[in-house]
């Protein structure tokens, strides 16, 4: 998995690495169960989006009540369903 990383990390540099660990994710996800999430680009702008604009030090309060509200939200969608270890 982190040769692929690397790759994607190589073609896509604009992108985070948070980002690109969700979008892995997001893709097992997608595998084992259709459209749970929904489609990549909703998947974004529901969860990716949100969670990155919280995790600078000049964030908006809003930005960062938003991102713990997305995290949570993906945390209990994914719980019972995906392990974390």
Same mark, same amino acid.
């Given at each position: 998995?982190?040769?692929?990383?690397?790759?994607?990390?190589?073609?896509?540099?604009?992108?985070?690495?948070?980002?690109?660990? #969700? +979008?892995?994710? +997001?893709?097992?996800?997608? +595998?084992?169960? @259709?459209?749970?999430?929904?489609?990549?680009?909703?998947?974004?702008?529901?969860?990716?989006? @949100?969670?990155?604009?919280?995790?600078?030090?000049?964030?908006?309060?809003?930005?960062?009540?938003? #991102?713990?509200?997305?995290?949570?939200?993906?945390?209990?969608?994914?719980?019972?369903?995906?392990?974390?270890?």
């Amino acid at each position: 998995m982190s040769v692929s990383l690397v790759v994607v990390n190589t073609i896509c540099g604009e992108f985070s690495h948070q980002f690109l660990i #969700m +979008f892995v994710d +997001f893709c097992m996800v997608q +595998f084992v169960r @259709p459209n749970l999430l929904g489609t990549k680009k909703e998947f974004r702008a529901r969860f990716v989006n @949100p969670i990155e604009n919280g995790r600078y030090i000049d964030s908006t309060r809003d930005d960062v009540i938003l #991102m713990n509200e997305r995290t949570r939200l993906l945390h209990s969608t994914l719980d019972g369903f995906v392990q974390v270890r």
